[in-house]
């Protein structure tokens, strides 16, 4: 199955499967990259978020105007930090953002409990990095790409330039099929 990708500077498709890594200076500019990825072609997604809770996913996604109804929010801040959660069908918690085995498995129950084209993001791979550890964050973006295959889906995860030495920069992206590369001024390349 093949995926229309809405991103500049990117293969009009890409094959089920594909991970693609998002490189970025700053967490700004990534949410328009983020929605893009959601908008087209696309019956159900998964927001793995890391870095905010649902609640500010939620409104992420409202103000670019992607469809909510297609969308699923994994939410690992609430939890530790103590907020109320709300209890709904398209929002899943786990306990922390270092619980990299739980962010896997709720990431495949979402891939099993839905049909057709089927996408998620995570942001990010950094914060899960900084409350795991680099070696962590790793393994669980490998198993995340394994589940890509599994289910003929497409993942883009996000990772900050200015966080990672080059060393950890080149580590993940020998994980990846494609990359794209967000500058400070918001001009994008790619590699595919």
Do not use: C, W
Request: proline share 2%; no cysteine.
């Amino acid at each position: 199955m093949d995926y229309e990708l809405a991103i500049e500077d990117t293969p009009e498709t890409v094959p089920g499967g594909t991970g693609i890594l998002l490189l970025h200076p700053s967490i700004g500019e990534t949410d328009r990259i983020d929605t893009d990825f959601f908008k087209t072609d696309t019956d159900h997604f998964l927001v793995i978020s890391t870095r905010t809770t649902a609640r500010e996913v939620e409104q992420k996604i409202e103000h670019y105007e992607v469809d909510e109804s297609r969308a699923t929010i994994l939410d690992t801040l609430s939890i530790e930090r103590g907020y109320s959660r709300r209890s709904a069908d398209n929002i899943y918690y786990v306990a922390a953002p270092d619980d990299l085995d739980a962010i896997v498995e709720k990431t495949r129950q979402f891939l099993e409990s839905h049909d057709g084209k089927l996408r998620f993001s995570v942001d990010s791979v950094t914060e899960m990095a900084y409350y795991a550890d680099e070696d962590r964050a790793y393994e669980a973006t490998k198993a995340l790409l394994e589940l890509l295959d599994e289910y003929d889906a497409v993942g883009l995860f996000h990772l900050s330039k200015e966080v990672h030495d080059q060393e950890t920069l080149d580590r993940f992206r020998g994980l990846f099929d494609g990359v794209v590369d967000l500058a400070e001024d918001g001009s994008v390349t790619t590699d595919f």
